[in-house]
Structure formats: C-alpha cells, structure tokens
C-alpha cells in the first residue's frame, strides 16, 4: 500500500504529513527517519484507536 505525503527539510530536521491527513506533522533528523516515523503515524492514524481523526475527502458535486 502507498500513501502521498509531503515532506521538507527545515535547518536540520526533516518535516512532514500526510495528504490524506494534513493536521498530523511528523518530524525526523534524517530522511529515513521521517519515513520511519511517518510509517508509525499512519498505523496510528488508521487505527480506529484514535477518536476526531479528521481526513481530506473528496466529493463530486456536479
């Protein structure tokens, strides 16, 4: 499974999210920290353990 997300470096940490769930930033020293951390948020995320998790979704409405 994938999941985009954006990521930038600020000073010496790597920031970044999900597009799905923007509100939710993880951070790492290193790129592949960032990508480990973001594994962890997103299994969180998903989770159903985690009440109010707000989503971007899409919507035809034409």
Known sequence: M???YVRWQDGEMWLGYF???PDYLTQ???LR???EN???LYRDLTSDEIPGI???AE???G
């Open 2 to 4: 994938r999941s985009r």
């Open 19 to 21: 597009e799905e769930f």
């Open 28 to 30: 790492g020293e290193s």
């Open 33 to 35: 920290e960032l990508e």
């Open 38 to 40: 973001l594994r962890d």
């Open 54 to 56: 707000r989503r971007v």
């Open 59 to 61: 919507l035809s409405v």
